[in-house]
Nanobody
Framework: QVQLVESGGGLVQPGGSLRLSCAAS????????MGWYRQAPGNQRELVAT???????NYADSVKGRFTISRDNAKNTVALQMNSLKPEDTAVYYC?????????????????WGQGTQVTVSS
């Protein structure tokens, strides 16, 4: 059973930076995409960024040019470097490992979620 544990959240001023990390307790099958989602109060959970095992990345338009996702396959970790943070980036950030859209494989769970880490951008 894979467990995802996030770290690195906190309080930062607008324009500042934070780095989130996510470690998987077990081995993530290579087919899984890893990524970050966020949920602000009163809003639905939304995609922030994803990365495949091969390094292909995808970002929400709102974070392009400010956030960078990276993945270490050997260590089963994924990180999110967040620069030029804005108050609207305030949310709980969740680490995710998931099968690609439309893919279902017997014996593999569709996705895994971490418990979330709070990021607050405020002066």
């Amino acid at each position: 059973q894979v467990q995802l544990v996030e770290s690195g959240g906190g309080l930062v001023q607008p324009g500042g930076s934070l780095r989130l990390s996510c470690a998987a307790s077990g081995s993530i099958p290579s087919i899984y995409r890893m990524g970050w989602y966020r949920q602000a109060p009163g809003n639905q959970r939304e995609l922030v960024a994803t990365v495949t095992r091969g390094g292909t990345t995808n970002y929400a338009d709102s974070v392009k040019g400010r956030f960078t996702i990276s993945r270490d396959n050997a260590k089963n970790t994924v990180a999110l470097q967040m620069n030029s943070l804005k108050p609207e980036d305030t949310a709980v950030y969740y680490c995710n490992a998931a099968l690609p859209p439309g893919v279902r494989i017997a014996g593999l769970q569709n996705d895994y979620w971490g418990q979330g880490t709070q990021v607050t951008v405020s002066s």
